[in-house]
């Protein structure tokens, strides 16, 4: 079946821009995660969804950061007035209901602030 | 604090011998630990999973890894590496009730032919 999916692949902006990241989940997958992984770093943990709902939002950078999830299904991740330091891969993973370490990744988004 | 540590950035090995990376993790719970495999600009994939039943856990492309909580250790192994091993290896862990996954810093494996 298809993978989770994330748009776009690639996004450069400029510094002061917003810009909303989406991801697809895989179909009838309950949790969703967003990451961040800057260049030469592991992965930083932003926000998990259950469902419609993000029990934890503790690991967004900034207020300038935000998420939604409907149906549950399809998540955007939207950043506000961009800063350079918020260039990294935005990478977006689901798993199944009850296993929460197994999850699919996406492709990435490759956001690029200038 | 819940945490996992790999203990070695950058592991480099000749084609044909055995991989070892080596992960360590806090232990407050019942842990799930898992590792995945990032390939040059491709998608985190699952290697492996370990959930409380067999501490011996086999994994795609012939990699293994044994849990051990006495060490508290869930190191990676292969008895043999192959060019295509070249890689970033992240272990994870993840605690029984929680949703929170984390990430260990991971280890890039170079192979050497």
């Known amino acids: 079946g298809a993978g989770v999916s994330q748009s776009p692949s690639n996004k450069v902006t400029e510094k002061g821009k917003d810009v909303e990241l989406r991801c697809d989940p895989i179909?009838?997958?309950?949790?969703l995660y967003w990451y961040r992984q800057s260049l030469g770093q592991g992965l930083e943990f932003l926000i998990y969804?259950?469902?419609?709902?993000?029990?934890?939002k503790s690991g967004l950078p900034s207020d300038r950061f935000s998420a939604e999830r409907t149906g549950g299904s399809v998540s955007t991740l939207t950043i506000q007035r961009t800063q350079q330091e918020d260039s990294a891969v935005y990478l977006c993973?689901?798993?199944?209901?009850?296993?929460?370490?197994?999850?699919?990744f996406g492709p990435g988004t490759r956001l690029t602030v200038t | 604090a819940q945490s996992v540590t790999q203990l070695d950035s950058h592991v480099s090995v000749s084609e044909g011998t055995p991989v070892l990376l080596r992960c360590n993790y806090s232990?407050?719970?019942?842990?799930?630990l898992f590792w995945y495999v990032q390939h040059p600009n491709k998608g985190l994939q699952l290697l492996l999973k370990?959930?409380?039943?067999?501490?011996l856990v086999k994994g795609i492309n012939g990699f293994e890894a044994e849990f051990k909580k006495s060490e508290t250790s869930f190191h990676l192994t292969k008895p043999s590496a192959h060019m295509s091993d070249a890689a970033e290896y992240f272990c994870?862990?993840?605690?029984?009730?929680?949703?929170?996954?984390?990430f260990g810093a991971g280890t890039r494996l170079f192979v050497k032919a």
């Open positions: 969804f259950q469902g419609n709902s993000a029990p934890d």
């Open positions: 370990y959930t409380s039943a067999a501490t």
């Open positions: 232990s407050s719970y019942s842990p799930s």
């Open positions: 993973a689901s798993s199944p209901a009850g296993e929460v370490g197994e999850q699919y």
């Open positions: 994870v862990v993840s605690y029984t009730g929680g949703f929170k996954t984390i």
């Open positions: 179909s009838g997958h309950t949790a």
